[in-house]
Every structure is written in structure tokens, then in C-alpha cells.
């Protein structure tokens, strides 16, 4: 009888994980500087030019690394992390804007817009694990 040969596998090289904890760092503290802006009562165009700085970061690291997206595990949970992030900024932008509206936007409904967006973000983020490379 013959032995059967198998092929050896080549490990693959480890992945930097560096742009991942960048990306974690940058948007923890961009969160945290909306809050800051927020309970703060700072001017309207400080907190959209964060959000600014946010999207264009999140539009340039995905236009630079779109060809990567499906094969590398590190940018496609950054992608997954920024669609996340941008649409938790989105949501609770507009629920600001409608709570403004109304004349019902004090500190408590502040804090409850500020929780709301950690659980928007991270059911987002839980929920899109294999979207991307589907």
C-alpha cells in the first residue's frame, strides 16, 4: 500500500495588530472628547469638526486598505469597527437633534444618549462579524 503524503502547511506570518489597538485608542478617546464636549456645553462646531475628524480618518483608512479588506483579519475588524463607530455617531447625533427639538435635551437624557451609543456600537459590531467578507 501507499502511504498517503500530505502537503505541509505553511504557517502564515502573524498579523500587526498595532492598526487594531490604534484604531480602538483613536476612537475611545474621539468618544471621549464628544462626551467631554458635550457635558461641557462647548459650541456646536467643536463637536462637528470631531465628527469630521472621524469620518475622514474612517474614509481614508478604508480607501487606502479596501483591497484588504476580505483577506486580512485586522483590517476587516477595523472596517467593521468603523462602520460601527460611524453609525453609533449618526444615531446619536439625530437622537440629539430630535431631543433638542423638543426641548428635552438635558443632562440625564445626555448620559442616556452617551450609554445608548456603547450599546448601538457594540451590537453593531457583534452583529457584522462575517457581513463584510460574505
Avoid at 451590537?123 to 462575517?130: E, G, L, P
Amino acid at each position: 500500500m501507499t502511504k498517503k503524503q500530505h502537503k505541509e502547511r505553511t504557517p502564515k506570518p502573524k498579523e500587526s495588530t498595532m492598526p487594531e489597538t490604534i484604531f480602538k485608542a483613536f476612537f475611545l478617546i474621539s468618544f471621549i472628547v464628544i462626551g467631554l464636549f458635550v457635558f461641557n456645553d462647548v459650541p456646536v462646531n467643536w463637536i462637528l469638526s470631531v465628527y469630521a475628524v472621524d469620518i475622514i480618518v474612517s474614509l481614508a483608512y478604508v480607501a487606502i486598505n479596501r483591497d484588504r479588506i476580505s483577506t486580512s483579519h485586522v483590517v476587516h475588524t477595523n472596517v467593521r469597527r468603523i462602520l460601527s463607530f460611524l453609525i453609533m455617531l449618526i444615531t446619536m447625533f439625530f437622537y440629539a437633534f430630535a431631543l433638542w427639538r423638543v426641548d428635552q435635551y438635558t443632562t440625564q437624557m445626555q448620559v442616556t444618549l452617551f450609554i445608548g451609543g456603547v450599546i448601538i456600537y457594540y451590537a453593531i459590531f457583534n452583529s457584522t462579524k462575517n457581513l463584510i467578507k460574505k
